[in-house]
Each structure stands twice: as structure tokens, then as C-alpha cells.
Nanobody, 124 residues
Framework: QVQLVESGGGLVQAGGSLRLSCAAS????????MGWFRQAPGKEREFVAA????????YYTDSAKGRFTISRDNDKNTMYLQMNTLKPEDTANYYC?????????????????WGQGTQVAVSS
């Protein structure tokens, strides 16, 4: 089993930045692909970014490209999402997820473990 705990959310003005963290405990973190998803009120959960087990391959949804950076530190069992130039439409609950393969996915249903989420609110 893997436990995931997100932190770093909060309220920020448009144009500001936040850094989300996802701390993992339990089974070996190094061999899991990880991802960030978000869900706004009344909307479905959507893919934001993903990273392979090595940290060398990253994937982003179009709206995140150029503004968000996903990374991981396997020594610390932690994944990060640096979010810059935030927009009001980025407001959502952000979830980290892990899957028991080395290759990430953009599909929420293909992840095996989920955190409880951290709220991000961007004011205009």
C-alpha cells in the first residue's frame, strides 16, 4: 500500500504562484509513476501533469504547459507541482495519484492510489 498526502494549496491572486507537494509513504515510491489531477466544483476530475518513475519524462495538459512544472525527489518520497502565472480557472481541488507501473498515464482510472486533495483558489 501507498499513502499519499498533498499540501501547499491556498488562496492566491491571479498571476501568483503556488507549490504543491505530495508526500508518499508505504511501498517503494521510486517505481511508481505519479500524476496530478484537479477537480473544480461541478466538473469532472481532469489531468494536469504526470511524471515517470525516473523523473526524466513529464507530461502536461495544454493549459498547464509553460506555467506548471512537475518534479519528484525519490530520496524524499515526494512529488511537486510548481504552479506559476495562476489563473482563476485553475481554481480546483488538486489531487496527487500514483500507479504501480513506471509509465504515467493521463487517465485518472489508471491510477491505483490517491491523496485526499489540497484546495487551490485563485482570485481575479
Amino acid at each position: 500500500q501507498v499513502q499519499l498526502v498533498e499540501s501547499g494549496g491556498g488562496l492566491v491572486q491571479a498571476g501568483g504562484s503556488l507549490r504543491l507537494s505530495c508526500a508518499a509513504s508505504g511501498r517503494t515510491f521510486n517505481f511508481y509513476a505519479m500524476g496530478w489531477f484537479r477537480q473544480a466544483p461541478g466538473k469532472e476530475r481532469e489531468f494536469v501533469a504526470a511524471i515517470d518513475w525516473s523523473g526524466l519524462r513529464t507530461y502536461y495538459t495544454d493549459s498547464a504547459k509553460g506555467r506548471f512544472t512537475i518534479s519528484r525527489d525519490n530520496d524524499k518520497n515526494t512529488m511537486y507541482l510548481q504552479m506559476n502565472t495562476l489563473k482563476p480557472e485553475d481554481t480546483a481541488n488538486y489531487y496527487c495519484a500514483g500507479r504501480t507501473t513506471v509509465t504515467p498515464s493521463v487517465t485518472a482510472g489508471e491510477y491505483d492510489y490517491w491523496g485526499q486533495g489540497t484546495q487551490v483558489a485563485v482570485s481575479s
